[in-house]
């Protein structure tokens, strides 16, 4: 089993900044792809970004160049620093991780003031 522990969220007023990051412990052989997605309420979880080991990163259209994401292989922890947050960034954030299995973190809430 891997267990994913995200931090960094919180309350940020429109246009703000926050960086979240995702701690991976446990039994971890060779983590691929680490990533993040997100959950509104009432929609659908949705793709934010992700980054492969050693490969580019890829986000979805709704956050490029207003994100990035990053990730250190040796701590098994990836990042996702958030900038120019809008309102409608407002979700609760999940970590991902790609063992061949997938795996969860609980979820971290940002919220975006207008």
């Known amino acids: 089993q891997v267990q994913l522990v995200e931090s960094g969220g919180g309350l940020v007023q429109t246009g703000g900044s926050l960086r979240l990051s995702c701690a991976a412990s446990g039994r971890i052989l060779t983590i691929n792809a680490m990533g993040w997605y997100r959950q509104a309420p009432g929609k659908q979880r949705e793709f934010v970004a992700r980054i492969l080991r050693g490969g580019s990163p890829n986000y979805a259209d709704s956050v490029k160049g207003r994100f990035t994401i990053s990730r250190d292989n040796a701590k098994n922890t990836v990042y996702l620093q958030m900038n120019s947050l809008k309102p409608e960034d407002t979700a609760v954030y999940y970590c991902?991780?790609?063992?061949?299995?997938?795996?969860w973190g609980q979820g971290t809430q940002v919220t975006v003031s207008s």
């Open positions: 991902n991780a790609d063992q061949g299995t997938s795996y």
